[in-house]
């Protein structure tokens, strides 16, 4: 477990006031998920938990485990060089329109759109797959589109 996640956790509970139930009723957690992470009796909470916590703390999972982040795995010029693959960026593509359409996010300009896009497109391409991580394009849209 890391423990920069426990001393997210702490930080936000000293800052706002809040005790631990609070904080769980907050995440929407089940009772002594948060306490169970503190005192190290949950050493790997699942992905469910976890980005419920980085909902409350307003944090990237990234930020929460001290990892480098992968938007920077691929600098632009790295990206612009790697050949594209088409059936990710058109899924992208799609799942970023149809976001932004049900959201009715009519004011996003287009570099929004783009940079959007672009970071969903980086963070999905060291898979290798054609398929869009849907989990983290509505974790990233969500969060990053207003």
């Known amino acids: 477990m890391s423990e920069n996640l426990k001393v997210k956790i702490t930080e936000y509970l000293e800052d706002s006031n809040s005790s631990i139930q609070g904080f769980e009723r907050k995440a929407k957690l089940s009772r002594n998920s ?13 992905i469910d938990t976890v980005l419920k916590i980085a909902d409350v703390l307003n944090c990237s ?4 485990f001290e ?6 795995r691929y ?9 594209l693959n088409v059936p990710l960026f ?3 593509c799609d799942y970023t329109n149809d976001y932004a359409e049900q959201n ?8 929004q759109l783009i940079d959007a896009i672009e970071e969903i497109y980086k963070y999905c391409l060291p898979t290798q797959s054609d398929t869009i991580d849907k989990h983290f394009a509505e974790w990233f849209l969500k969060n990053n589109l207003k």
């Open 34 to 46: 948060v306490y169970s992470i503190l005192t190290d009796k949950s050493k790997n909470p699942n």
């Open 61 to 64: 999972l990234d930020e929460l």
């Open 67 to 72: 990892r480098k982040s992968l938007f920077k």
């Open 75 to 83: 600098n632009n010029e790295e990206l612009f060089k790697t050949k």
């Open 90 to 92: 058109k899924a992208i």
């Open 104 to 111: 009715q996010m009519n004011a996003l300009s287009l570099g």
